[in-house]
Nanobody, 121 residues
Framework: QVQLVESGGGLVQPGGSLRLSCAASGSIFRFNAMGWYRQAPGKERELVAAISSVGRSNYADSAKGRFTISRDTAKNTVYLQMNSLKPEDTAVYHC???????????????WGKGILVTVSS
């Protein structure tokens, strides 16, 4: 089985910064992408940013210019640097690894449990 563990969330004031980390562990041969999604209360889960296995990244419009996704391929870890945070960024942030192949995994997607980010004064 593959596990994703997120860290780095918490309470931050508007205009502040946070860096989220997501470490994937288990049997991982290859995958298509890792990404960050978020779900605010009463809203659907939405993509924030993703980075492919070849390093290509894409962002939601709301994240462009403020958030940066990066990765450490040796550690199967993805990061999300969030700057200029706004109250509307408040949500539970989930990490996802897509189309993973490993022992017992054949093109499966895995999700982390999520971590809360609260932007408030």
């Amino acid at each position: 089985q593959v596990q994703l563990v997120e860290s780095g969330g918490g309470l931050v004031q508007p205009g502040g910064s946070l860096r989220l980390s997501c470490a994937a562990s288990g049997s991982i041969f290859r995958f298509n992408a890792m990404g960050w999604y978020r779900q605010a209360p009463g809203k659907e889960r939405e993509l924030v940013a993703a980075i492919s296995s070849v390093g290509r990244s894409n962002y939601a419009d709301s994240a462009k210019g403020r958030f940066t996704i990066s990765r450490d391929t040796a550690k199967n870890t993805v990061y999300l640097q969030m700057n200029s945070l706004k109250p509307e960024d408040t949500a539970v942030y989930h990490c996802k690894i897509e189309n993973l192949y490993g022992l017992g995994s054949y093109g499966a997607d895995y999700w982390g449990k999520g971590i809360l980010v609260t932007v408030s004064s």
